[in-house]
């Protein structure tokens, strides 16, 4: 088994002046390396877990272990250098004036003496591919480019977890494929660990594995493979399901034999076109 | 109400240094009753467009046509509220919009700029309310005390409520889960179809685009790439991929498909009922070169 | 509606005056404010628009920005200029037509007083025209750190405003859209009788307050989790570097002083 990051046991969470409670007795673990998507339509807790997780709300009740560490006021500030987040609004995180001093923000914070921030901010917007644009003010920028400023300043910290919160939602297609490209190279060449928050069941599909919240509490939890099987169950919660398993749960409807729910379309036309021309 | 674009040409800030041009010799036909997307990638002169149709911009070269108005660059256009009212545009985000102490008095705002009464008005706000799928009980809440989603059918109400012969959403479902984009998304297309309502849906997504248009126009850079009905557009969907535009899901999956058994199946098939035809069709027959 | 600011406006360049470092440059406009009442005859005058002229050649800044610069102010200076020289009564009569009197010392007082304003605006204007406001923000920043020993919130007003900088092209777009929007709902922001358009003001500025509430509250939480807490223990990446031209530029003003006070009268 892998080493578990994160241990969440029995949290729950309501915010003021409010009757329900926005997470009811959620218990999880975030392992190693993993690259973990919690999935949920609007309201259901998740964006609220995600605030948890990098302490910018304590839970009424329940523990969280992060890292080693136990989230608490004291622990606070440790454990926002080990777990980084991206939220929603790419306009709303961009602190700095240019694309360096924004990267630099975090850096500053944490007092990082100024040779090491030098050439900790270069190698952060490397990684994203934004070098080009150091000296870039963030209205000339777009979209997908400003979320990727906010993934660099977050690895520039070196954490071992980043946390993205919706981070593709409000960008374009294009811009939402270059987050995530982005993210994907940092898990494969960095080993990152990535909590991915976000309503997007096509994002949902390229993690290892899925969290789906209901209501505030965890309704489901597995690969995606697994995840996907529930379909229907899927939309009656406001989710989607990704198109590769609506067309196999189609074909297998008009009496196509297909095995298993496939999670990307090349699988599927290939073992179409396999079991097609054995026969 | 008709509208139509003929050799329109628009640049940002002229005579400036920072003058931009942002769409050129564009030229679109919205008969009345059609429902028409517009795609494209930011920046490709979408937006551009949309402020086009009821005159928030003038053209810098060509002409606009809406009803029986024409907007060139040259004279001063008098009275663009008589457009404005017939021309209802749904801005991106248009929760970002609402001001008012009420949800009914938000919904009245445009009415009433309009001219309506105020017991017009209100009766437009019940109506509207519910063409958006919320309760009546909503009209007396605060509109910032409702829900995002909420929120953002208030503001789709506010337009609907001036009545418009012709609709423009702009990216409508931007942000919303993927229930809350389905329902918005059928509630326009019920409108459309029930009134024949004049709607225009600028979207990048594909999918909206080929489930719910009669016709799709691609901007490329300022230009009009291809206009046709969704199945013209996607029979040869190789010239979209290759300028980084996404096509349908379903259309995807049959090039693949195609590609994989190097065969064509009967149609281009825009749903997904359509393709499992041809699919299961194909497999059956086992023809194949 | 940016291409119209003249405030704040920089252009970049690679100037001499750009490359100084911005404590210098205030310094050197804080110095040369008070200097320039020094000034009281032709000569001394003479002097100061000399060394503005210098301090214009060495900004490479094209003139027509910063006569661009002087319009707003002209109408200002020409009502001092005819203040002083149809109120003054003193020196030899120069001129006279009918009750107006023109005497010699109410020429001059105009003259120099107006020339005074020219060279204050002129400066002032180098200073932004070839420093960017988040290095103004800097400079003042580093300047004012003594002050911290009072008290005085150094820190957070050097980041107030640096965010403010940040964050006034977005607010500009965003009162763009909304005003867009509301113009499509039937707001007409441009023509109409005032009361009309004052009223119109409401459905632009409650949005762009209610949104840019939220915006800083969405930034408090980005900032926060980015370990933001307060200026203490935290270090700079922007760096100010004091050159030798900085320090030159200070001992040569100090010249110009000391030739001032000998040739004023």
């Not at chain 2, 309760?135 to 909420?150: M, R, V, W």
């Not at chain 3, 690679?14 to 804080?30: A, E, G, Q, T, W």
Request: glycine share 8%; aromatic share 8%; hydrophobic share 40%.
């Amino acid at each position: 088994m892998q080493k578990a990051l994160v241990n969440i046991s029995k949290i729950s969470f309501k915010y003021d002046g409010q009757e329900s409670y926005a997470l009811k007795d959620v218990s999880l673990q975030i392992f190693e390396g993993e690259w973990l998507a919690i999935v949920g339509h609007n309201g259901s807790g998740k964006s609220t877990l995600a605030k948890i997780l990098n302490g910018l709300q304590f839970p009424e009740s329940g523990t969280i272990d992060i890292c080693g560490m136990d989230l608490s006021e004291e622990t606070v500030w440790d454990i926002r250098k080990s777990i980084g987040m991206v939220f929603q609004n790419p306009d709303n995180q961009f602190v700095g004036t240019t694309v360096k001093d924004d990267v630099a923000f975090g850096l500053e914070n944490n007092g990082v003496q100024r040779d090491d921030m030098v050439e900790r901010v270069e190698s952060s917007l490397r990684k994203v591919k934004m070098e080009p644009f150091l000296d870039q003010e963030p209205h000339h920028l777009s979209g997908g480019q400003k979320q990727r400023v906010a993934i660099a300043g977050v690895i520039a910290l070196r954490p071992e977890i980043i946390v993205l919160d919706e981070a593709t939602s409000m960008l374009d297609p294009r811009g939402r494929e270059e987050v995530l490209e982005t993210i994907r190279e940092l898990k494969n060449d960095h080993s990152m660990t990535v909590i991915s928050i976000t309503h997007d069941l096509e994002e949902a599909a390229k993690a290892d594995r899925i969290i789906v919240m209901n209501k505030g509490e965890l309704y489901r939890e597995g690969s995606p493979e697994e995840i996907f099987q529930m379909d229907e169950e899927l939309i009656q919660l406001g989710l989607d399901v990704p198109f590769p398993i609506k067309i196999s749960k189609a074909l297998k409807d008009k009496g196509i034999p297909i095995s298993k729910h496939y999670l990307t379309e090349e699988e599927l036309v290939t073992q179409l076109w396999i079991s097609h021309s054995s026969k | 109400m008709d509208i139509s674009l003929q050799q329109v040409e628009y640049r940002y800030q002229i005579g400036t240094p920072f003058e931009r041009l942002a769409i050129t010799e564009v030229s679109i036909d919205i008969p009345s009753g059609t429902y028409l997307a517009i795609i494209g990638h930011t920046g490709s002169g979408k937006s551009t467009i949309l402020q086009h149709l009821n005159a928030l911009l003038k053209p810098t070269k060509g002409k606009v046509v809406i009803g029986n108005r024409e907007i060139t660059s040259g004279e001063k256009q008098k009275n663009l509220k008589e457009i404005r009212q017939k021309v209802g545009i749904v801005f991106q985000f248009p929760e970002h919009q609402l001001f008012e102490e009420t949800v009914e008095k938000d919904i009245c705002f445009g009415p009433m700029n309009f001219g309506v009464s105020e017991t017009e008005a209100r009766a437009r706000a019940r109506k509207a309310i519910k063409q958006v799928g919320l309760s009546e009980e909503i009209l007396a809440k605060s509109p910032f005390d409702l829900s995002g989603g909420q929120m953002r059918r208030v503001a789709i109400a506010g337009v609907l409520a001036m009545e418009p012969d012709v609709i423009v959403l702009d990216e409508p479902t931007a942000g919303l889960d993927p229930r809350g984009r389905k329902e918005i998304m059928e509630m326009f297309y019920k409108l459309h179809k029930e009134r024949n309502l004049s709607t225009v849906l600028v979207t990048h997504s594909m999918e909206d685009a080929s489930l719910y248009a009669d016709e799709i126009v691609i901007m490329h850079k300022g230009e009009v790439y291809k206009r046709g009905e969704p199945r013209e557009i996607f029979q040869s969907p190789e010239g979209l991929l290759e300028l980084g535009l996404d096509v349908p899901e379903v259309v995807r999956f049959q090039h693949k498909l195609e590609g994989t058994f190097n065969t064509k199946l009967d149609k281009t098939c825009i749903t997904l009922e359509e393709l499992t035809e041809a699919v299961s069709g194909l497999l059956r027959r086992g023809e194949l070169v | 509606m940016m291409d119209k600011m003249i405030i704040g406006r920089y252009i970049p360049s690679n100037s001499v005056l750009h490359s100084m470092d911005p404590r210098s440059k205030l310094i050197l406009i804080f110095l040369f404010v008070c200097i320039v009442f020094l000034a009281n005859n032709a000569i001394t005058y003479g002097v100061l628009v000399i060394y503005t002229l210098l301090m214009i050649s060495l900004s490479k800044v094209p003139a027509k920005y910063l006569i661009g610069g002087l319009k707003p102010v002209i109408w200002l200076v020409l009502f001092t200029l005819f203040l002083h020289i149809f109120l003054t009564k003193e020196g030899t009569l120069l001129f006279e037509y009918g009750w107006i009197k023109i005497y010699e010392e109410g020429l001059r007082q105009g003259v120099f007083i107006s020339l005074r304003f020219f060279l204050l605006i002129l400066m002032t204007s180098l200073l932004t025209l070839t420093t960017t406001p988040i290095e103004i923000t800097d400079g003042l920043e580093t300047l004012l750190n003594p002050l911290k020993k009072f008290k005085f919130p150094v820190h957070e007003l050097a980041l107030m405003m640096s965010i403010s900088l940040r964050f006034i092209p977005t607010l500009m777009q965003e009162t763009e859209k909304i005003m867009k929007a509301q113009t499509a709902r039937g707001v007409d922001f441009t023509s109409g009788p005032l009361k009309d358009r004052v009223k119109s003001i409401v459905p632009l500025l409650i949005p762009l307050f209610i949104s840019s509430f939220k915006r800083a509250e969405e930034l408090a939480i980005a900032m926060e989790a980015r370990g933001y807490r307060g200026g203490e223990g935290r270090t700079k990446y922007r760096q100010l570097k004091w050159g030798m031209m900085d320090s030159g530029m200070l001992v040569f003003l100090g010249v110009v002083t000391i030739i001032l006070t000998l040739l004023r009268t």
